[in-house]
């Protein structure tokens, strides 16, 4: 579902990813590890399409992505990749409900038509009791929820986390990781997740190792 061929990743003389190569399956969730400054975070913004390669492939199914044009790719990673990050990036000025809506309503529907099924994923996340809510009146467990639902509000092929469990302590952080696999058996949803926490890489499918920017895997 998900293939990057020969990608590769320079800041200046700094050569961060070298020929990295990978498949991921539907329904998959994978663990990127390896230590710090390895390149997981820049392969990660890859295969988001925040960021672009200096050379090599990225396919979502038979899309070419970093073919596409500007709005075009936009368009792509609004509709079919999600985003979780260790820090949640809630917007303090609304409430849960309104931020889990908010990929949605960029994409081009009404608050009446997503505010259902924003519901619905909050309720699934067990934190519907604070749709009305604002960030500063929820834990960091719930916000990162709230994020999370968020993250799924488009159905995306993929939903992809850089440390999402990295600000929670070890009880919330558990109870997140428990979420992405429920998820995966409720919705069929991808995962592809960077992580230094040992607990989650070892939980998931497919570990793949990042060392010097080279697949260890």
């Known amino acids: 579902m998900i293939k990057a061929t020969n990608i590769n990743k320079s800041y200046g003389d700094l050569h961060v990813l070298r020929d990295i190569s990978l498949e991921i399956n539907q329904g998959e969730v994978v663990s990127i590890v390896g230590p710090s400054g390895a390149g997981k975070t820049t392969l990660l913004q890859i295969l988001g399409t925040l960021d672009r390669p200096d050379t090599g ?26 985003f979780v990050f260790q820090a949640h990036h809630l917007l303090p000025e609304f409430t849960a409900l309104e931020n889990v809506c908010i990929p949605a309503l960029i994409k081009g529907e009404r608050m009446k038509e997503v505010s259902e099924r924003a519901m619905e994923l909050l309720s699934f996340m067990h934190v519907d009791h604070r749709a009305t809510h604002k960030p500063q009146a929820m ?79």
């Open 57 to 82: 492939v990225l396919r979502y199914g038979e899309t070419d992505v970093f073919n596409l044009k500007e709005k075009e790719l936009a368009r792509f990673r609004n509709e079919h990749i999600g």
């Open 139 to 217: 834990s960091g467990g719930e916000q990162q929820r709230v994020a999370v639902a968020r993250a799924l509000i488009n159905s995306p092929l993929a939903v992809l986390a850089d440390e999402p469990s990295g600000n929670l302590d070890s009880h919330h952080a558990r109870e997140l990781h428990e979420l992405f696999f429920r998820l995966r058996e409720q919705y069929n949803q991808t995962f592809v997740i960077v992580t230094h926490n040992e607990e989650l890489a070892a939980m998931a499918d497919r570990k793949i190792t990042i060392i010097d920017g080279k697949n260890a895997e």
